[in-house]
């Protein structure tokens, strides 16, 4: 079995001023969490808003400062669009893709997705790209096309040696803020099924480093069933990462 390590992110979504951020730096400092966490085999990541990462970058010692998006382009009248370029400035080299709420929300497209993942590869970004089935597609018993389309079109024509900076989030979004989570046994068999997508578009030794998360209503209560299971190599996390002691017992709980 391939030993991969465990990466832990939140997602902050619209919460948390500069100086909220400035208070949780501090406090992820005093307990020392990204060493902790490293202890453990797990990397600490975070994605504030867009006016936080520098200041997240600063004052956070050793912690991953991710984008919660970015745009396709380098530049161009993209009014509220952020791009790499503007990322790479501040030392940024992590964006979230394809959230639910992006998509929900602003119309996002696997083909769009496709085309910033592109983007941030060709500049030796990671990209984390957000999958998941709605709460109607769910009933209907369409989790795995939804998820096979997502992964397909999103990661289409993507060389395998840039494929390696590429993680995936599985976050059903029936799940997402709204108290019900998955089970640990849905989360495994879901990530090692897009685990299996990978393996076919790339190949194995692809598909065998690759992380591959769970998302969605995830707690210090039961993130350890859920990073326990062979295939779930850690967590993106909304209102856990919020404050500093949720996401140390996020940490402790792994």
Known sequence: MVSRKKLLMGNWKMNHTISDTISFSKAINDFNLVDVASKKG??????????SLDTLKKNAKGLIVSSQDCHYASHGAFTSSISVDMLKEIGVTWSIIGHSEKRQYEGETDLDCNRKIKTLLDNDFTAVYCVGETSKEYDDNLTKDVILSQVR???????????????????????IGTGKNASKEIAQDICSYIRSIIKDMFNKDV???MLILYGGSVKPENIHDYLACSDVDGALVGG??????SFKALVDNI
Do not use: R
């Not at 797990?42 to 006016?51: E, N, Q, S, V």
């Not at 079109?153 to 799940?175: F, M, R």
């Not at 856990?240 to 002691?245: E, F, I, P, R």
């Open 42 to 51: 797990i990397i600490l990541a975070i994605a504030p808003t867009y006016l």
């Open 207 to 209: 598909a065998d480093n």
């Open 240 to 245: 856990a990462s919020l404050k500093a002691d």
């Open 153 to 175: 079109t999103g990661l289409q024509n993507i060389d395998s040696s840039k494929a390696k900076n590429v993680v995936i989030a599985y976050e059903p979004v029936w799940s």
